[in-house]
């Protein structure tokens, strides 16, 4: 069996600035990560290759710099690791973006059975949370989010149970395979690339799929398949702090003056 997860090359959100110009982010020199959450779905396939000797493909629709991402996931051990890449791809939203993974996934598919499908829960930067049940929805399998924890999986009955975590309180839920799963940060602790599997990842080499390979219409995929514009970007006004009275000297005083204020703003009710 033949389990996916699907990691994005984020830029690092402590460095983001916006073009006030052109209401885009400034990408020039700044970092870029593997998105958090995509971090605990990689572990999660990982460990799953460890329990079961399942093998694992890592799969991202990046610019060709987001190989670096997918080297990453090669040094952790995935056994294969996809780059969609191609300017035909670019300016996607989340319709289009799950359009040209899920088709990825159905190549895959092809050669090996797929049985799991990893996502982060969402992005720090799109933050949408939709490209997961995108792509189940587009492969027809069955889709669990907020998974926080893989309970049960049994390969020959086809089954899988899982914790989700939902506001509040936690769900079991039990589904047969294909599944795809997002997950939480809570799910795992992800694992750091030794030394040696990182050298050793330095040889092996990223597959680079174009629309060569996928030959998805064009009209469906990129900036011509995205019914969604970003019309405006920008980052929220901050007011100025404040510091009411002293609370080295006064605490109690500046305790009082405090409640003051935020009963003056109808902040706080009593
Ligand atoms: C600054 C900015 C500008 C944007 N401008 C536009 C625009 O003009 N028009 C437009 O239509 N859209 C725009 N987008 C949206 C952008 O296309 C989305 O980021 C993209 O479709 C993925 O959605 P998401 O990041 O919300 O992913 P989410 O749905 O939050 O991601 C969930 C999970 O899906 C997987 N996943 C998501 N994307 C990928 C990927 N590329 N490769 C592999 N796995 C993935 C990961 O496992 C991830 O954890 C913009 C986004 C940003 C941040």
């Given at each position: 069996?033949?389990?996916?997860?699907?990691?994005?090359?984020?830029?690092?959100?402590?460095q983001?600035?916006?073009?006030?110009?052109?209401?885009?982010?400034?990408?020039?020199?700044?970092?870029?990560?593997?998105?958090?959450?995509?971090?605990?779905?990689?572990?999660?396939?990982?460990?799953?290759?460890?329990?079961?000797?399942?093998?694992?493909?890592?799969?991202?629709?990046?610019?060709?710099?987001?190989?670096?991402?997918?080297?990453?996931?090669?040094a952790?051990?995935?056994?294969?690791?996809?780059?969609?890449?191609?300017?035909?791809?670019?300016g996607?939203?989340?319709?289009?973006?799950?359009?040209?993974?899920?088709e990825?996934?159905?190549?895959?598919?092809?050669?090996?059975?797929?049985?799991?499908?990893?996502?982060?829960?969402?992005t720090?930067?799109?933050?949408?949370?939709?490209?997961?049940?995108?792509?189940?929805?587009?492969?027809?399998?069955?889709?669990?989010?907020?998974?926080d924890?893989?309970?049960?999986?049994?390969?020959?009955?086809?089954?899988?149970?899982?914790?989700?975590k939902?506001?509040?309180?936690?769900?079991?839920?039990?589904?047969?395979?294909?599944?795809?799963?997002?997950?939480?940060?809570?799910?795992?602790?992800?694992?750091?690339?030794?030394?040696?599997?990182?050298?050793?990842?330095?040889?092996?080499?990223?597959?680079?799929?174009?629309?060569?390979?996928?030959?998805?219409?064009?009209?469906?995929?990129?900036?011509?398949?995205?019914?969604?514009?970003?019309?405006?970007?920008?980052?929220?006004?901050?007011?100025?702090?404040?510091?009411?009275?002293?609370?080295?000297?006064?605490p109690?005083?500046?305790?009082?003056?405090?409640?003051?204020?935020?009963?003056?703003?109808?902040?706080?009710?009593?």
């Open positions: 069996m033949l389990v996916v997860a699907c990691i994005k090359q984020v830029p690092d959100t402590t983001v600035q916006i073009d006030p110009v052109t209401n885009t982010l400034v990408r020039e020199g700044i970092p870029f990560i593997v998105n958090p959450y995509d971090a605990h779905a990689l572990e999660e396939a990982l460990r799953l290759k460890d329990q079961f000797g399942f093998r694992v493909a890592a799969v991202s629709m990046g610019p060709p710099n987001a190989e670096a991402t997918l080297k990453k996931a090669l952790l051990g995935v056994d294969e690791a996809i780059l969609l890449s191609d300017r035909v791809f670019g996607a939203d989340t319709l289009a973006t799950s359009r040209v993974l899920s990825a996934i159905e190549r895959l598919n092809q050669q090996e059975q797929v049985g799991i499908v990893i996502c982060g829960k969402q720090i930067d799109g933050d949408t949370a939709q490209v997961g049940p995108g792509i189940a929805t587009r492969l027809g399998y069955t889709q669990l989010t907020l998974v924890r893989i309970d049960k999986l049994d390969p020959f009955q086809g089954r899988i149970t899982v914790r989700r939902l506001e509040g309180r936690h769900e079991t839920v039990e589904a047969p395979l294909p599944v795809l799963l997002t997950v939480v940060r809570e799910v795992n602790l992800p694992r750091y690339p030794t030394v040696p599997m990182r050298l050793e990842s330095e040889a092996a080499a990223v597959q680079v799929w174009t629309n060569q390979e996928l030959q998805l219409d064009q009209n469906g995929i990129g900036l011509k398949g995205s019914p969604t514009w970003v019309s405006r970007i920008f980052s929220p006004q901050r007011e100025k702090g404040e510091i009411v009275g002293d609370g080295a000297a006064d109690a005083g500046a305790a009082h003056l405090l409640v003051d204020r935020l009963l003056s703003r109808d902040l706080l009710v009593v």
